[in-house]
């Protein structure tokens, strides 16, 4: 949809563009209301996936890895489910309350973009 968005020259400004309004904005352009919707629910999807997934990852690290392990070896299922409902509310709340202070101090898409590729294809860390 970037390609697309260039290729349509939507002229957005580079705040828009940062926000992540390339997507809607082609979307409406190629497909009218049914594209905005369309994209609308791609978004929702990938989010709640997104965030499904980090849920059951942390929570299962917390549980098995750190709870089970070493604090409580001797856990029964129940005392486990516990702990997993817990982290995942915790958990959470800890990420919503991350996002809402990165939008607070103005972190738009593309930096967090730039920031990931950087950190994660750095050959010369070590």
Not at 35 to 42: D, F, N, Q
Not at 69 to 91: C, E, H, L, R, W
């Amino acid at each position: 949809m970037g390609l697309a968005g260039r290729a349509l020259m939507l002229g957005l400004a580079p705040e828009d563009v940062g926000a992540g309004l390339v997507l809607p904005m082609a979307a409406v352009e190629l497909m009218g209301l049914s594209g905005a919707a369309c994209a609308l629910l791609l978004v929702f999807m990938a989010v709640t996936s997104a965030l499904s997934a980090e849920l059951i990852a942390v929570s299962s690290i917390i549980t098995f890895d750190i709870y089970k392990m070493y604090i409580n070896p001797d856990a029964t299922n129940s005392q486990v489910k516990g702990i997993a409902d817990k982290a995942i509310i915790i958990y959470g709340i800890v990420s919503g309350l991350m996002a809402l202070f990165l939008y607070g101090i103005g972190v738009n898409l593309g930096y967090l973009y730039e920031l990931v590729s950087t950190l994660s294809s750095c050959t010369s860390c070590y």
